[in-house]
């Protein structure tokens, strides 16, 4: 005898999982794997920056440049004030703060080439590929590193004019700074030479080449005074006189209130210079960073 079949169980109708569910599906873990308790997201520019200054502040390069710097400006300016003192002669006028331009001028070099290799130093290991994939956003990328730079070099080179400033003035019978020299011949300066380096470090992202782009900017702060010294003809007056007037060493003594010439830059219009060239500069870096591969 046969036995009546069972009739079929109807088909559940078709459900859609949820998105959640499939994602937790395809990424779950199996037994035993290790999962991380750190929860995933997006990166932001905290985390850009955090990157940036765990980068810069492990490197050697960055201490061996900022060191030579510190040492540049602090025993430059004591020997020059010590220079003065053991001369017996007054200062016929000149600003004492003024002692402190030698020692600045050379520092920019090691301030230049940390802004350089910031970034180059990165395309030349391959290590901006790395960069790249832990944040894809190269604006990003970019504005952490000039933001880490710009008040890494800021500080320290506020801090050591200061101090040169003070050991100059307790060194020397001249007559008391105003507080605007004092202001310009420290945070002035520098403004100045930060935003410099900040000029550095665009050449470095535009020419992606450490040697290459530290030559470049050596040429932009020396080559415009060295080429009017050289300009003796009467025809060529005006270029002279433009290439002393613009060039970088004139304009931070402009700071100092010593300028090489009579005309051109005064007060702190040498700072909203070097700012808008700068500005012009990073945004051309931010293009190419976007439109060529690493």
């Known amino acids: 005898m046969t036995t009546p079949s069972t009739p079929p169980t109807p088909q559940a109708p078709y459900q859609q999982a949820a998105p959640q569910q499939v994602y937790a599906q395809a990424y779950q873990q199996p037994q035993g794997f290790y999962t991380s308790p750190i929860p995933v997201r997006p990166a932001t520019l905290g985390d850009a920056i955090a990157s940036e200054w765990t980068k810069i502040r492990s490197v050697r390069s960055t201490m061996w440049t900022l060191g030579v710097m510190t040492a540049l400006l602090l025993v430059i300016g004591v020997l020059a004030a010590v220079a003065v003192s053991a001369s017996d002669s007054d200062m016929n006028g000149t600003p ?36 790249l994939t832990a944040c894809p956003s190269r604006g990003r990328v970019l504005g952490a590193k000039a933001l880490v730079f710009f008040l ?13 400033a003070l050991i100059q003035s307790s060194m020397l019978d001249a007559a008391s700074p105003s507080g605007g020299e004092w202001l310009r011949a420290t945070v002035g300066v520098s403004l100045y030479v930060a935003t410099l380096g900040l000029l550095a470090l665009a050449v470095g992202a535009l020419i992606r080449h450490s040697a290459g782009a530290i030559t470049i900017m050596i040429g932009v702060v020396l080559l415009p005074l060295v080429l009017a010294l050289f300009m003796f003809a009467s025809s060529l007056e005006g270029l002279r006189d433009a290439l002393l007037e613009y060039s970088v060493p004139n304009q931070l003594s402009v700071f100092y209130d010593n300028s090489v010439s009579t005309s051109g830059p005064s007060g702190w219009e040498p700072l909203w210079i070097i700012i808008g060239v700068t500005a012009v500069a990073l945004g051309g870096a931010y293009l190419s960073m976007n439109q060529r591969d690493v």
């Open 96 to 131: 004492v703060l003024s002692l402190g331009f030698f020692g600045v001028l050379l520092g920019t070099i090691c301030v230049i080439t940390l802004g350089v290799m910031t970034i180059a130093s990165e395309y030349g290991t391959g290590m901006i590929r790395t960069t």
């Open 152 to 164: 890494l070099t800021f500080v320290l080179t506020t801090v050591m004019t200061s101090l040169v």
